[in-house]
């Protein structure tokens, strides 16, 4: 006979997030109708710890067996509220999560439509929760090495934080040299420091740690395996394969260029003083700013946004471009006295520190800044006429003062925006991330978990998660590190236990699942013509479940049973009487 | 009354389950007769859950994965859409409007195309109207012709 069932259902106001759309109350009053629901209550914030304690409370005095909560998404409180119940002696898998936040009032307008979709989505979580059964957690042993792929600012920063703790760390660079975009760069904004002096010292202290073995020339062919025991296989110099076994890790692939050439009004490959601002950093690297013929510019014409912030090529801000082009024109003054510096600019973007008094002092400086419109005004730029007394001319509709103007110009500097690499698709398919709508890897939550991944023990560090400057992708590898340090220092971490099991009575050895599964975590025993999973390797994504012609593979927390009763939980109110 | 179509929609949990979060975090709107299961992988589907949700009333049902190549699982979405083929042909035979039964990708920064496709789907259904498999069923089930 199956146990007593003793539910407990609680709804969450979040303050006013839930409580303005939802009828909570009335939501409580309906589950409180349901057989086997002992108790339902409502509080303003579930996930505090008055809330959490509320239900510790009830576990305890009403002898709950099964706990409801409808708030937030389960991707953001799930594992907070198992953790309730485990404190409070109960299996954190006997609880389910109704999501009436993110998928109910915060995307609905009409109260009483609202309402009744909660208490349905409530009521599924109810009839599902009821065939949940108690899962052990498993955990597995945490190899203290790392991979960190990529040698930039972000990847070299990580590695000397890890190394510098004791730990091992293998760092695989597709270059010749580490270094990155920081290497190309000659002064960094807001203060002017050296970049070369910031990356050379690091790539030093890189290179010669014992804790560090630095591959360059190298690609990472392969990955497998799971958090706290990952191998790969890695090729130098396009041969030579190495094996490395590690436990976590890092991505800082980095981002590139777009091509110049792709934005056609800036004529750039086509007149020949059109340069890209990672092409001005180089003459500033040499030492001399100069026209291809070598003479001084007269007229230096610097434009923002180019391939950024405009439907036709990137959407999004490219993050770094404004302050560099700042950079610029305070470099420029004072390579070229006698010279005049334009600044044709869409928006100016000074976000983070200094960077407002940057934008400050180098308008003082004699610059000249034009504003246009990226979306429906961008600069025309053509050769000029012998009469011009200058090489281009850039027109524009200036929009401050509304006039139409033309810009002489004997250098032109485009801002290009950054982009994800072509490889990155590839690489993520490898260490298990997923882009986000453009070639950069998308974090576990964007607010509150922007280092971690959706694939445990991996992490995205710097520009291949979104352009950055150089403190922020610091901030970032810093961060995954505290985390991979965190679990190399437990020495263990818990994997999945939501796994299929085969029901080895009902299995008749057919092997579709063997072929099915995407981890070969199932193998066929010769012995017992039946089909056996390795909970070690298997990821639980069901696969096996649903392509079983005799339903003999159960996918624990996922099982048939538990999936068809929240479907009639979700459809038993959908008509009102 | 006016018509208002119920949709079961089966969500991986990587993808589009996230891309609906996205949704609400977003603050766009979409109409509130959409149901959602949450599953980890579209591959998880079996067509069980799809008669079990036609059986149960829905108008609709849709199942969100993620885009070709993105799996979190490799290549689940790509068994889900095989199933999906399949079915297709069997709810054809059963009388079932094929626009009832639709398989979409989204993905978890796809928050904009998934209040759409709600949007647009709910159109549709409106516009086929009710699901009479329920009610033909539940005549079978009590034995009457």
């Known amino acids: 006979m199956r146990e007593e069932i003793r539910i407990g259902v609680y709804i969450c106001w979040c303050g006013n997030n839930i409580a303005k759309m939802v009828d909570v109350e009335a939501v409580s009053k309906e589950m409180q109708k349901l057989p086997d629901v002992v108790i ?56 389910q999560m109704a999501n009436i936040r993110e998928q109910v009032s915060w995307v609905h307008s009409s109260r009483e439509e609202a309402t009744l979709k909660a208490v349905s989505l409530v009521q599924g979580a109810v009839e599902r929760v009821k065939w949940h059964e108690p899962l052990e957690k498993r955990t597995v042993e945490v190899n203290p090495a790392t991979l960190i792929i990529g040698g930039g600012i972000s990847g070299i920063s990580a590695a000397l934080e890890i190394a510098d703790a004791g730990k091992q760390v293998y760092l695989v660079e597709k270059q010749e040299n580490m270094g990155g975009k920081v290497a190309c760069i000659d002064l960094t904004y807001p203060h002017l420091y050296s970049g070369q002096q910031l990356i050379h010292s690091k790539i030093d202290q890189t290179r ?93 014409v610097i434009i923002h946004c180019v391939g950024s912030r ?191 099991v085969v029901n080895e009575e009902a299995c008749c050895g057919c092997q579709t699942c063997v072929k099915v599964c995407p981890y070969t975590a199932i193998s066929f025993d010769e012995e017992k013509k039946i089909s056996v999973v390795n909970e070690i390797l298997c990821k639980g994504c069901g696969t096996c479940g649903s392509t079983c012609p005799n339903g003999a593979i159960r996918s624990r927390h996922f099982t048939d049973k538990q999936i068809l009763s929240q479907i009639e939980g979700l459809m038993s109110i959908h008509k009102p009487e | 009354m006016e018509f208002k179509p119920t949709i079961v929609a089966f969500l991986c949990n990587w993808c589009s389950y996230t891309g609906a979060d996205l949704a609400g975090t977003s603050r766009l709107k979409y109409p509130p007769n959409i149901r959602v299961i949450r599953l980890m992988c579209s591959g998880r589907i079996e067509p069980t859950f799809i008669l079990k949700a036609f059986r149960e009333g829905a108008d609709g049902v849709l199942i969100c994965g993620c885009h070709p190549g993105d799996c979190h699982y490799h290549e689940g979405n790509y068994k889900c859409l095989r199933r999906y083929v399949l079915l297709r042909k069997y709810f054809k035979q059963l009388g079932i409007h094929e626009d009832r039964f639709r398989l979409e990708w989204i993905s978890a920064s796809e928050g904009k195309q998934f209040a759409e496709l709600v949007n647009e789907m709910t159109r549709t259904l409106e516009k086929i109207g009710p699901c009479k498999i329920k009610a033909i069923l539940e005549t079978f089930d009590k034995g009457e012709d």
Do not use: W
């Open chain 1, 208 to 300: 010669s740690h014992s804790n560090i073995d630095v591959f360059q020339n190298s690609e990472v062919k392969k990955i497998s395996g799971y958090i706290g025991n990952f191998e790969a296989e890695v090729a130098r110099n396009g041969q030579e394969d190495i094996e490395l076994i590690f436990g976590n890790i890092i991505v800082a692939t980095g981002l590139k260029t777009i091509d110049a050439a792709k934005v056609e009004n800036y004529q750039y490959g086509k007149l020949t003083d059109v340069f890209t601002s990672f092409e001005l950093e180089e003459m500033f690297l040499k030492g001399k700013v100069a026209k291809k013929d070598g003479g001084i510019p007269k007229n230096v």
């Open chain 1, 40 to 95: 339902s209550r409502t509080y303003k914030y579930m996930c505090s710890d008055p809330g959490q304690d509320l239900i510790i409370t009830d576990i305890k005095e009403q002898r709950l067996n099964r706990v409801v909560v409808a708030a937030c998404s389960p991707r953001i409180h799930e594992s907070t509220f198992r953790k309730t119940l485990s404190s409070a002696g109960l299996n954190p898998y006997l609880f």
């Open chain 1, 310 to 500: 405009n439907t036709n090529y990137h959407e999004y801000c490219s993050r770094t471009c404004c302050m560099t082009a700042l950079k610029y024109a305070n470099q420029l003054r004072s390579a070229l006295p006698d010279s005049n510096i334009y600044q044709v600019y869409s928006d100016m973007r000074a976000i983070g520190k200094a960077c407002e008094e940057l934008y400050t002092s180098t308008a003082g400086r004699d610059v000249m800044f034009l504003s246009f419109d990226q979306q429906d005004g961008m600069p025309q730029l053509r050769k000029a006429d012998p009469e011009d007394d200058c090489e281009m001319l850039v027109e524009m509709d200036e929009k401050l003062s509304g006039e139409t103007i033309e810009i002489p110009a004997d250098m032109v500097v485009l801002m290009v925006g950054m982009e994800g690499h072509d490889e990155a698709r590839e690489l993520g398919r490898m260490t298990g991330l997923s882009l986000c709508g453009n070639e950069f890897y998308i974090e576990k939550h964007p607010k509150l978990d922007p280092v971690a991944t959706t694939t445990d023990g991996v992490y995205v560090v710097g520009s291949c998660q979104s352009p950055k400057d150089i403190p922020d992708s610091i901030s970032q590898a810093k961060a995954a590190v505290a985390r991979i340090l965190a679990t190399i220092n437990v020495g263990s971490v818990e994997v999945e236990v939501t796994t299929a």
